[in-house]
């Protein structure tokens, strides 16, 4: 295997598009160490993206976004003095991943880049509207984080192409998010549902809203009628109930030793609630 | 396969050694450096038994490549004690009984000194989330929580 450490991004995708054999980027190394050595995953090259200018990062734009670096760890997010106010659910799906010491190596962009279904940024950060910046042989593109994962431990990256930023739109008055998954203990384990929710509102009444599932599908599944079953309402039992609906026919899981198809279905009912509740008390006292 | 030559600087001494890209940090620390405190548990990141701390941050060495550590700052098990005095975790790790088998011992003591570094008065709900990635299979862990809150408690006194 070869191992590169190259110090623009240009560089990378060069060495990426020139590469014969499989190629990973290198981050946190939390997944990929662990696929090398289970055999799941033999690169041949190794890139290691952390010698790059910026990677390392937390930027706040001009227009009140937020650019991530993509070897900002999960535990430099949280303790980050200011992001977490503005993106409280998507802090919090970050810091749920893993243990302290994974916490001090993993990258949301790598739990992206790594397209497992149960995720736990993922569900966040698409409720968020959170895209990532893609550099290839071809150019830049920027694309929706619900678009990267294609399948279980598939995106669509392209040879060659690499993330180069996570970016999150401002958040802006009113506006408040949440993140919750079900595990069966307190620590430590790969959620059974998760359920990421972001609202805004004026007043008592929504004017904005975005729901994401995890572990319901083969990918992070973005409930796309969650605007129409919130905007206009004041979060109601009757909108409550349109939303625990949407979620549960948004459902396509997997029976495995973590929950049945009936538990998970009944679960992400039981989340779109809880997690609408809790983002939309954040919104109103973010007016 | 051609070895890469990695200087770093491991509890405070600067230390270079020749690994294959491939090597976990935890084997170059064992196998090339003879440190062999940090232990393999499980290889996966899952148990904790490996952790060290880079550049001051709480890491599972077997989640890390040796040529990772070019240019930062490592810190193990083997660094804790000055000399013959040991640091007051372990110290209370032995009055409180804090160990049995004492294979998860190394990598508890990295985390626990590193999050009194950061927190020197945790509650013990702090104390057990931060320890959640550090399994034990021989204690239950209350003794080890108790060993760490009393060493915390000395500690702060002490300064």
Known sequence: ?287 | MTKIHVTARINGDEVEFLCDPRETMLDVLRDRLGLIGAKEGCGTGDCGACSITLDGRLVCSCLMLGVEAEGREIGTVEGIAEGENLHPLQRKFIEHAALQCGFCTPGILVAAKNLLERNPDPSEEEVRYWLAGNLCRCTGYDKIIRAVLDAAAEMREAS
């Not at chain 1, 694309?143 to 060659?160: A, F, H, M």
């Not at chain 1, 802006?172 to 805004?200: K, N, W």
């Not at chain 1, 995890?214 to 129409?228: I, K, N, Q, S």
Request: net charge neutral.
């Open chain 1, 1 to 287: 295997m070869d191992y590169h450490k190259p110090s623009t991004f240009e560089e990378a995708v060069a060495i990426a598009a020139g590469a014969a054999g499989t190629t990973r980027f290198l981050a946190g190394g939390t997944d990929i160490l662990v696929q090398m050595r289970s055999g799941i995953a033999t690169p041949e090259v190794l890139i290691d993206i952390k010698g790059i200018a910026g990677t390392r990062d937390i930027v706040r734009e001009d227009d009140g976004g937020w650019c991530i670096g993509v070897a900002v760890t999960g535990a430099e997010l949280t303790e980050h003095a200011e992001i977490g106010h503005d993106w409280p659910g998507v802090i919090e799906a970050v810091g749920l991943i893993g243990s302290t010491q994974v916490q001090g190596r993993a990258t949301p962009v790598g739990n992206l880049c790594n397209a497992s279904p149960a995720a736990d940024s993922v569900p966040a950060l698409v409720a968020a509207g959170a895209e990532v910046t893609v550099q290839g042989p071809e150019g830049t593109r920027r694309v929706p984080v619900e678009d990267i994962p294609t399948g279980p431990g598939r995106t669509s990256l392209k040879k060659g192409e690499v993330v180069t930023a996570l970016r999150l739109p401002p958040r802006g008055r009113g506006g408040g998010d949440a993140y919750q998954r079900f595990i069966p203990r307190t620590e430590m384990d790969i959620a059974v549902i998760g359920c990421g929710v972001s609202l805004r509102v004026s007043g008592l009444v929504i004017t904005e809203a975005r729901m994401a599932l995890g572990a319901v599908a083969p990918t992070v599944e973005p409930v796309r009628g969650a605007a129409d079953a919130l905007v206009g309402t004041r979060l109601e039992k009757s909108a409550l109930d349109a939303l625990a609906d949407l979620a549960q026919a948004a459902c396509n899981p997997i029976d495995d030793k973590r929950g049945t198809v009936k538990f998970r279905t009944h679960l992400a009912g039981v989340y779109a609630r809880r997690v609408a509740r809790i983002a939309y008390e954040r919104a109103r006292a973010a007016q």
